[in-house]
């Protein structure tokens, strides 16, 4: 009688982990730039140099606010992937990468965990799978968005200030009839006026 061989499918933990990275910055100046950069070329190379894990994407939103997720088009983009199965893990440098508003964070990391995927925050060093993270999230999470806030007060006064001393700044690209003159005031731009006065 012939012998039979049973061959067992391959076990869960035999499968490479599906790892993706996020990475944002929140302005278009040029550390910010650099940073994100370095993110992401860190990111890849990161992932890709471990044998257990299969290199998901890396998605990135540069000059976007963290604050809000809905005008950060990859962030949607991950989230999608992730509903659809095809990633088990997230890389993040850290909470404030991927949203300065608790609400936000808590949500998609719930959201994600309903999913089986762990996102991992570099920085505080929190799988969001473990149990007991929620309550780490919710306090670094806190401090990013009181962080984000303080910012934008202190913006919204600095630019007050300045406006009080007569420091407002002028939009020449999209101020038709005027250019910066020499002494760095507006003045009449020539061509433009042309146009104006018809």
Known sequence: ??????????????????VAAYARVSSD???QLNSFA?????YTDFI?????????????????SGTTVDKRDDFQRLLADCRAGKI?????????????????????TRMLKEHNVD???EEQGIHSIQPGAEFYITIYGSI?????????????????????????PFHYKRFLGY????????EIDPEQAVVVKR
């Open 88 to 108: 088990d893990r997230i890389l993040v440098k850290s909470i404030s990468r991927f949203a300065r508003n608790t609400l936000d964070c808590l949500k998609h």
């Open 38 to 42: 370095t993110q992401v070329a860190y």
């Open 29 to 31: 100046s040029a550390d």
């Open 179 to 186: 250019r910066r003159g020499s002494d760095g005031k507006p």
């Open 48 to 64: 890709q140099s471990k044998d257990e894990w299969e290199f998901a994407g890396l998605y990135a939103d540069e000059a976007v």
């Open 119 to 121: 996102v991992y925050f």
């Open 144 to 168: 990013a968005q009181s962080e984000s806030e303080n910012i934008s007060a202190n913006v919204r006064w600095g630019k007050a200030q300045s406006a009080k001393e007569g420091n407002v």
């Open 1 to 18: 009688m012939p012998q039979v061989r049973v061959i067992q499918p391959i076990s869960e933990q035999a499968k490479k982990l599906r």
